[in-house]
């Protein structure tokens, strides 16, 4: 594999290869143009990071890839489908093939509904009764090694990594294809980080069906997780490809630059 | 909703303002049945002054007054509980309507009750009161209608910060149907603010239906409530004084029985109402003595920590120094004390915490006792992390970043100001002149750190306490902050504590590393040993082994890698 | 074979231009303004309402009871009734702009003079009341923050929060009758009515003050309690400053934002205490006004009334807005 630029002599590949393709996307909030002219196709089943710093858009683009932000002009087809003009069922349909994990495991939760309600509903949105899913809940907090005993208690009583825990228990629930995680290590503390990338590794062992965006800004947590990366900056793709690659020899001078500020990299100086 | 956390909402205020209400209620059901005819029966007892028989005394017809006070209550709290029901309801259903509508209708919508919200109720019920022909369903309309426009923006607002909590968002994503969403998450979400808002409203509604009476447009004769019995004693304010007295405290009574109910329910759901405060005498010696051999700047012995009601210990007895001119990095994650540690080295640890030490000292500052603010200022700077709200968000940059200058160093404020710009300029913040003049916001997070570096170093300080310096900026930016650190420790001399939870950060720019975890040192390290990763403490070897490290060379071909 | 993760680079011809941002003030404005002139919009169509909405003939119910044949088409004359519903509402929006909204029932004046002769009285004790609220209210709620250290000495607190709620609790004409009765009528140092000397304008205006007071010391309090806690007074306290220098250039410009909406509310919503309060003290406000013009039914006023407290309270709000974008730049720009 490489970095491939697209070039008009190469054939379209099938719509099919791809879980995410956006052509010629842009997206304004009022005044702000923070998306600019992206395209970008993402391949099934790999873990693609989306890396940049503040402002450059990474947030922005994950949120418009799950439907929650609108794109302003161009085309964004996930999962085979063009949320932006699905009709409502089929884009109800499409959304819980996609998964979205927020950032800020305090808030992602509902205070009110015990673990759970929370993963029944998760299950099964119309009645979202922890009763008739009772198995399938003990084995999805299995699965984030979390006891079943967790499932009666409220969100409150757990720590920031259980919670994210949690979180990706519910989206593990839904079954679907993409998960888009949204700095999901950024608020947690470095050992908690570890164990949360530990899981992300366990769940993907022998996994080639689910694809998985991940959002960061810490190229070092981007290299511990994804296979791909996506280097963004002031909402333009600056560099793609694979992650071991663009980071041994990157593309970009951006790209060098970032990689050289991180403290304990070989191209970290002080003086 | 577990509530085993949460305090009782049975607070004396609260029990107070319930007791309050249920005899009112009783007074309305009760008094109704007995009084009425002491009440309306006009007999040649004009006007008698307070006595047996008449608490109150009668007015200018012979009616007692103390009766006709316990049976206008019935009326008044019936008006109140029927126009208190329509604005809620109404409101609930405006609100939510408003929240279901289309964006554009929305923000119409809203900005509309804005407008409404700010226009006085009465008015808005005069209004109404001009329509109708003046009586207690006049009243009634009047004030529930009018009451509409503030419940529904509350409404309004809450479900529309509900629908942006990333649970909801979450749910929705789910595939969750809208009604199922606002039954599980939108509702119980709403349902305690609104249950204060409510009882917010009645009180309003009843002080503003009596005046609705009180001004003649209520409740008209031969009915009576507490408000139009009011104004009539009005007239006979110097010839019968005590005929105000029933109306003016029952109402006063049923306004402060609703708003002790409302408080204790806000208090209820807000829970950090309950704080303690226990102040910690500072020693009467604000001089150190150091011992003669202890060339160290900051030296820390048997620091302890306690804090919170049950008084836990926060940091349990550490020992801690710095060299002059040395850069010693304090690392721990979340909870293990290094901030609380450095406060205190600062001399800023909140006063309701309690701290021992068997010295505590900056140079020759007992920072258990109080040096003076200028010797403080001079001696000691601080940097914090800056999330975008170190500085005063309504001044300029230049008075703050001067600040210390003028009030400490006796510089004029031209000369603190040319002071400012040049270490401005040493720093690396181009236009410096311009920077002065701007606003917080207007500058980026890596210039504001800059700049509160450069005001920091200005002075000479001998000890600088970085919390976090880095931790909220962008790794770009961190490089460069760091070097200004990096640079000033060989420019200037100056020792540094430096407070962070990344491992990274600290092994590039320490002399030292100080490992804490729950509020003791673990290990101590110098950078060598860090870097060659010649850990003893397991916790230390965990947390350098958590952090991820960056591997340029794995894309790199077979043969090639080092 | 497989799909490799690919993006092509460049800006495309076809990019989306966005239009240059237009100054910061013409957007404020333009959004305000609008605002403004939908206010005033259903302001005029609500009080035109108010006739056509009477219940059953509204020239009978406007004329009032027991009024005679030739009193009822006189009514039905002066408020143009005969007419349909939509020439009524030009007529009425043509009375508007020229000046001319019918005479007043009771006297016969035009409505415009009527109501602008008892404007400057309700202002008068409205001004007064706003500037005392304040005076008192910011230093009460600031001190009161600062001796509690934002809650942590449950005492103080819970002392201030019963005196300052009680005394808000007790309505604006129960306590005018408390003052009246006290200051007038036992001390007989101020009329207990009327307008005509100047004391005559203390009893009215603490009246009106004491609970809107108490309301923003609150407020204050509460705000002035998070601004105590927020970073910036933490590194002011790094710089080792003076609690007075903290309170008057950390704490105090903060809370400015918080105080003038409140103060801009609290005017607003002191012209409806004005209707009950100049009842009580026989003022010769905008409230008696509007309170004798419904019991004599006397519409054409009523509606003169109702449109220029409208008007009055829709400024209001909007020189607050104002001068909230002049004293802090980031509400003009955070106005999304």
Same mark, same amino acid.
């Given at each position: 594999?490489?970095?491939?630029?697209?070039?008009?002599?190469?054939?379209?590949?099938?719509?099919?290869?791809?879980?995410?393709?956006?052509?010629?996307?842009?997206?304004?909030?009022?005044?702000?143009?923070?998306?600019?002219?992206?395209?970008?196709?993402?391949?099934?089943?790999?873990?693609?990071?989306?890396?940049?710093?503040?402002?450059?858009?990474?947030?922005?683009?994950?949120?418009?890839?799950?439907?929650?932000?609108?794109?302003?002009?161009?085309?964004?087809?996930?999962?085979?489908?063009?949320?932006?003009?699905?009709?409502?069922?089929?884009?109800?349909?499409?959304?819980?093939?996609?998964?979205?994990?927020?950032?800020?495991?305090?808030?992602?939760?509902?205070?009110?509904?015990?673990?759970?309600?929370?993963?029944?509903?998760?299950?099964?949105?119309?009645?979202?009764?922890?009763?008739?899913?009772?198995?399938?809940?003990?084995?999805?907090?299995?699965?984030?090694?979390?006891?079943?005993?967790?499932?009666?208690?409220?969100?409150?009583?757990?720590?920031?990594?259980?919670?994210?825990?949690?979180?990706?228990?519910?989206?593990?629930?839904?079954?679907?294809?993409?998960?888009?995680?949204?700095?999901?290590?950024?608020?947690?503390?470095?050992?908690?980080?570890?164990?949360?990338?530990?899981?992300?590794?366990?769940?993907?062992?022998?996994?080639?069906?689910?694809?998985?965006?991940?959002?960061?800004?810490?190229?070092?947590?981007?290299?511990?997780?994804?296979?791909?990366?996506?280097?963004?900056?002031?909402?333009?793709?600056?560099?793609?490809?694979?992650?071991?690659?663009?980071?041994?020899?990157?593309?970009?001078?951006?790209?060098?630059?970032?990689?050289?500020?991180?403290?304990?990299?070989?191209?970290?100086?002080?003086? | 909703?577990?509530?085993?956390?949460?305090?009782?909402?049975? $607070?004396?205020?609260?029990?107070?303002?319930?007791?309050?209400?249920?005899?009112?209620?009783?007074?309305?059901?009760?008094?109704?049945?007995?009084?009425?005819?002491?009440?309306?029966?006009?007999?040649?007892?004009?006007?008698?002054?307070?006595?047996?028989?008449?608490?109150?005394?009668?007015?200018?017809?012979?009616? /007692?007054?103390?009766? $006709?006070?316990?049976?206008?209550?019935?009326?008044?709290?019936?008006?109140?509980?029927?126009?208190? *029901?329509?604005?809620?309801?109404?409101?609930?259903?405006?609100?939510?309507?408003?929240?279901?509508?289309?964006?554009?209708?929305?923000?119409?919508?809203?900005?509309?009750?804005?407008?409404?919200?700010?226009?006085?109720?009465?008015?808005?019920?005069?209004?109404?009161?001009? @329509?109708?022909?003046?009586?207690?369903?006049?009243?009634?309309?009047?004030?529930?209608?009018?009451? @509409?426009?503030?419940?529904?923006?509350?409404?309004?607002?809450?479900?529309?910060?509900? *629908?942006?909590?990333?649970?909801?968002?979450?749910?929705?994503?789910?595939?969750?149907?809208?009604?199922?969403?606002?039954?599980?998450?939108?509702?119980?979400?709403?349902?305690?603010?609104?249950?204060?808002?409510?009882?917010?409203?009645?009180?309003?509604?009843?002080?503003?239906?009596?005046?609705?009476?009180?001004?003649?447009?209520?409740?008209?004769?031969?009915?009576?409530?507490?408000?139009?019995?009011?104004? /009539?004693?009005?007239?006979?304010?110097?010839?019968?004084?005590?005929?105000?007295?029933?109306?003016?405290?029952?109402?006063?009574?049923?306004?402060?029985?609703?708003?002790?109910?409302?408080?204790?329910?806000?208090?209820?759901?807000?829970?950090?109402?309950?704080?303690?405060?226990?102040?910690?005498?500072?020693?009467?010696?604000?001089?150190?003595?150091?011992?003669?051999?202890?060339? *160290?700047?900051?030296?820390?012995?048997?620091?302890? @920590?306690?804090?919170?009601?049950?008084?836990?210990?926060?940091?349990?007895?550490?020992?801690?120094?710095?060299?002059?001119?040395?850069?010693?990095?304090?690392?721990?994650?979340?909870?293990?004390?290094?901030?609380?540690?450095?406060?205190?080295?600062?001399?800023?640890?909140?006063?309701?915490?309690?701290?021992?030490?068997?010295?505590?000292?900056?140079?020759?500052?007992?920072?258990?006792?109080?040096?003076?603010?200028?010797?403080?200022?001079?001696?000691?700077?601080?940097?914090?992390?800056?999330?975008?709200?170190?500085?005063?968000?309504?001044?300029?940059?230049?008075?703050?970043?001067?600040?210390?200058?003028?009030?400490?160093?006796?510089?004029?404020?031209?000369?603190?100001?040319?002071?400012?710009?040049?270490?401005?300029?040493?720093?690396?913040?181009?236009?410096?002149?311009?920077?002065?003049?701007?606003?917080?916001?207007?500058?980026?997070?890596?210039?504001?750190?800059?700049?509160?570096?450069?005001?920091?170093?200005?002075?000479?300080?001998?000890?600088? @306490?970085? /919390?976090?310096?880095?931790?909220?900026?962008?790794?770009?930016?961190?490089?460069?902050?760091?070097?200004?650190?990096?640079?000033?420790?060989?420019?200037?001399?100056?020792?540094?504590?430096?407070?962070?939870?990344?491992?990274?950060?600290?092994?590039?720019?320490?002399? $030292?590393?100080?490992?804490?975890?729950?509020?003791?040192?673990?290990?101590?390290?110098? *950078?060598?040993?860090?870097?060659?990763?010649?850990?003893?403490?397991?916790?230390?070897?965990?947390?350098?082994?958590?952090?991820?490290?960056?591997?340029?060379?794995?894309?790199?071909?077979?043969?090639?890698?080092? | 074979?497989?799909?490799?993760?690919?993006?092509?680079?460049?800006?495309?011809?076809?990019?989306?231009?966005?239009?240059?941002?237009?100054?910061?003030?013409?957007?404020?404005?333009?959004?305000?303004?609008?605002?403004?002139?939908?206010?005033?919009?259903?302001?005029?169509?609500?009080?035109?309402?108010?006739?056509?909405?009477?219940?059953?003939?509204?020239?009978?119910?406007?004329?009032?009871?027991?009024?005679?044949?030739?009193?009822?088409?006189?009514?039905?004359?002066?408020?143009?009734?005969?007419?349909?519903?939509? !020439?009524?509402?030009?007529?009425?929006?043509?009375?508007?702009?020229?000046?001319?909204?019918?005479?007043?029932?009771? %006297?016969?004046?035009?409505?415009?003079?009527?109501?602008?002769?008892?404007?400057?009285?309700?202002?008068?004790?409205?001004?007064?009341?706003?500037?005392?609220?304040?005076?008192?209210?910011?230093?009460?709620?600031?001190?009161?923050?600062?001796?509690?250290?934002?809650?942590?000495?449950?005492?103080?607190?819970?002392?201030?929060?019963?005196? %300052?709620?009680?005394?808000?609790?007790?309505?604006?004409?129960?306590?005018?009758?408390?003052?009246?009765?006290?200051?007038?009528?036992?001390?007989?140092?101020?009329?207990?009515?009327?307008?005509? %000397?100047?004391?005559?304008?203390?009893?009215?205006?603490?009246?009106?003050?004491?609970?809107?007071?108490?309301?923003?010391?609150?407020?204050?309090?509460?705000?002035?309690?998070?601004?105590?806690?927020?970073?910036?007074?933490?590194?002011?306290?790094?710089?080792?400053?003076?609690?007075?220098?903290?309170?008057?250039?950390?704490?105090?410009?903060?809370?400015?934002?918080?105080?003038?909406?409140?103060?801009?509310?609290?005017?607003?919503?002191?012209?409806?205490?004005?209707?009950?309060?100049?009842? !009580?003290?026989?003022?010769?406000?905008?409230?008696?006004?509007?309170?004798?013009?419904?019991?004599?039914?006397?519409?054409?006023?009523?509606?003169?009334?109702?449109?220029?407290?409208?008007?009055?309270?829709?400024?209001?709000?909007?020189? !607050?807005?104002?001068?909230?974008?002049? !004293?802090?730049?980031?509400?003009?720009?955070?106005?999304?």
């Amino acid at each position: 594999m490489s970095v491939t630029v697209k070039d008009e002599a190469r054939p379209v590949p099938a719509e099919d290869d791809a879980i995410v393709r956006a052509r010629e996307l842009n997206l304004s909030f009022g005044y702000h143009h923070v998306l600019k002219d992206i395209d970008l196709d993402i391949p099934r089943g790999r873990v693609v990071g989306l890396v940049g710093e503040s402002g450059s858009g990474k947030s922005t683009l994950a949120k418009a890839i799950v439907g929650i932000n609108r794109i302003s002009s161009g085309s964004l087809t996930v999962a085979g489908a063009e949320l932006a003009r699905a009709k409502r069922r089929a884009r109800h349909a499409l959304y819980r093939r996609i998964q979205y994990i927020p950032q800020d495991p305090y808030s992602s939760l509902d205070p009110r509904r015990t673990i759970a309600q929370t993963l029944a509903e998760a299950f099964d949105p119309k009645s979202a009764n922890p009763r008739s899913h009772a198995e399938e809940i003990a084995a999805v907090l299995e699965s984030v090694q979390l006891p079943a005993s967790v499932a009666e208690r409220y969100p409150h009583e757990f720590s920031g990594g259980q919670r994210q825990r949690i979180a990706i228990a519910r989206a593990l629930a839904v079954g679907a294809e993409l998960f888009v995680a949204d700095e999901i290590t950024s608020a947690l503390d470095v050992s908690v980080q570890a164990e949360i990338i530990r899981l992300l590794a366990r769940l993907r062992e022998g996994d080639a069906e689910h694809s998985m965006i991940f959002i960061t800004h810490n190229l070092a947590v981007a290299q511990a997780v994804c296979d791909d990366i996506v280097v963004m900056r002031a909402g333009r793709i600056v560099e793609v490809g694979e992650l071991d690659r663009v980071f041994a020899a990157p593309q970009a001078d951006y790209t060098r630059t970032l990689l050289d500020s991180v403290p304990g990299g070989k191209g970290f100086k002080l003086s | 909703m577990s509530t085993a956390s949460r305090p009782t909402v049975w $607070r004396p205020a609260f029990t107070l303002g319930v007791v309050l209400m249920v005899a009112l209620v009783l007074i309305a059901v009760v008094a109704p049945i007995f009084v009425t005819g002491s009440a309306t029966a006009i007999t040649d007892d004009t006007a008698l002054p307070p006595g047996r028989g008449h608490p109150l005394g009668t007015n200018d017809f012979g009616q /007692d007054n103390l009766a $006709r006070v316990l049976v206008a209550t019935r009326l008044t709290l019936i008006m109140t509980v029927c126009a208190a *029901a329509i604005s809620v309801f109404g409101g609930l259903v405006v609100g939510v309507a408003i929240w279901l509508a289309p964006r554009v209708v929305r923000e119409w919508c809203l900005r509309l009750l804005e407008t409404a919200v700010a226009y006085p109720t009465l008015i808005t019920a005069l209004i109404i009161a001009a @329509i109708l022909l003046p009586g207690a369903t006049t009243a009634v309309l009047a004030l529930g209608i009018a009451g @509409i426009p503030g419940f529904a923006r509350v409404t309004a607002n809450l479900a529309g910060r509900t *629908a942006r909590s990333e649970y909801f968002l979450t749910s929705r994503f789910l595939g969750v149907g809208s009604y199922q969403l606002a039954v599980r998450h939108m509702i119980p979400a709403m349902a305690e603010p609104l249950l204060v808002l409510a009882t917010t409203i009645f009180s309003a509604t009843l002080v503003e239906i009596s005046a609705l009476s009180f001004v003649g447009l209520g409740v008209q004769q031969p009915e009576y409530d507490l408000g139009s019995l009011l104004n /009539d004693s009005l007239e006979s304010l110097y010839t019968q004084p005590i005929e105000a007295l029933g109306p003016a405290v029952m109402i006063v009574l049923a306004s402060v029985a609703a708003m002790l109910i409302g408080d204790g329910l806000a208090a209820h759901a807000d829970p950090r109402t309950a704080r303690t405060w226990s102040p910690r005498t500072p020693e009467a010696n604000a001089t150190a003595s150091p011992a003669a051999d202890d060339e *160290a700047l900051v030296r820390v012995c048997k620091l302890a @920590i306690r804090g919170g009601q049950q008084r836990r210990a926060l940091v349990k007895g550490i020992d801690l120094h710095v060299a002059p001119g040395e850069i010693v990095g304090l690392v721990g994650e979340s909870g293990s004390g290094k901030s609380l540690t450095a406060m205190s080295v600062a001399g800023l640890l909140a006063d309701d915490l309690d701290l021992e030490a068997e010295e505590l000292r900056v140079g020759d500052m007992n920072m258990k006792g109080t040096p003076t603010a200028a010797q403080l200022a001079q001696e000691i700077a601080l940097i914090y992390q800056d999330p975008g709200t170190t500085f005063n968000p309504s001044r300029t940059m230049g008075p703050q970043l001067t600040e210390v200058l003028r009030t400490h160093s006796g510089y004029s404020r031209k000369e603190a100001q040319q002071a400012i710009i040049e270490a401005l300029a040493t720093v690396g913040i181009d236009q410096p002149e311009l920077r002065m003049k701007q606003y917080p916001h207007q500058l980026s997070g890596g210039m504001r750190q800059r700049a509160m570096i450069a005001a920091a170093v200005v002075n000479r300080p001998q000890l600088l @306490i970085a /919390d976090e310096p880095t931790t909220a900026l962008d790794v770009t930016v961190q490089v460069e902050v760091l070097r200004i650190f990096h640079q000033l420790r060989r420019r200037l001399g100056t020792a540094v504590l430096f407070i962070s939870h990344d491992l990274g950060v600290v092994g590039e720019l320490c002399d $030292r590393v100080v490992v804490m975890r729950d509020g003791a040192v673990v290990e101590e390290l110098t *950078a060598a040993q860090l870097a060659a990763g010649e850990v003893s403490d397991p916790y230390t070897a965990a947390l350098l082994d958590a952090v991820p490290q960056i591997d340029t060379s794995r894309g790199l071909p077979e043969g090639s890698r080092p | 074979m497989a799909l490799s993760i690919t993006s092509t680079r460049g800006a495309s011809p076809n990019a989306r231009r966005r239009r240059p941002t237009e100054h910061p003030w013409t957007r404020f404005l333009i959004r305000r303004g609008g605002g403004v002139l939908l206010s005033f919009g259903l302001l005029i169509v609500i009080t035109f309402f108010i006739v056509p909405l009477l219940p059953g003939d509204p020239a009978v119910v406007a004329a009032g009871e027991g009024a005679t044949a030739e009193q009822i088409e006189a009514t039905r004359a002066a408020l143009g009734l005969e007419a349909p519903l939509g !020439v009524q509402f030009v007529h009425y929006v043509g009375g508007i702009f020229t000046g001319d909204m019918g005479a007043s029932f009771a %006297t016969g004046l035009p409505v415009w003079s009527v109501v602008l002769a008892r404007l400057p009285f309700t202002a008068e004790i409205a001004l007064m009341a706003i500037v005392l609220t304040l005076m008192l209210g910011v230093p009460t709620g600031t001190a009161a923050a600062l001796l509690t250290r934002g809650g942590r000495r449950p005492g103080l607190d819970h002392a201030f929060n019963a005196a %300052t709620s009680f005394v808000f609790a007790v309505p604006n004409y129960v306590l005018a009758t408390l003052i009246v009765y006290i200051f007038a009528v036992l001390l007989g140092w101020f009329p207990a009515s009327g307008a005509a %000397t100047l004391s005559s304008l203390v009893l009215p205006t603490a009246a009106i003050m004491i609970g809107p007071a108490c309301a923003l010391a609150r407020i204050v309090r509460r705000e002035a309690a998070t601004i105590l806690e927020q970073d910036y007074v933490r590194t002011a306290r790094g710089w080792r400053l003076s609690t007075w220098k903290i309170t008057t250039r950390y704490v105090l410009p903060n809370l400015l934002t918080t105080t003038l909406t409140l103060s801009g509310l609290i005017l607003a919503g002191m012209l409806g205490g004005a209707v009950v309060i100049e009842t !009580v003290f026989g003022w010769p406000g905008l409230g008696t006004g509007i309170v004798t013009a419904i019991t004599e039914r006397d519409y054409p006023v009523i509606r003169g009334t109702i449109l220029l407290l409208g008007i009055i309270a829709t400024l209001l709000i909007l020189v !607050v807005d104002i001068v909230l974008a002049l !004293v802090d730049p980031r509400t003009l720009e955070a106005g999304e």
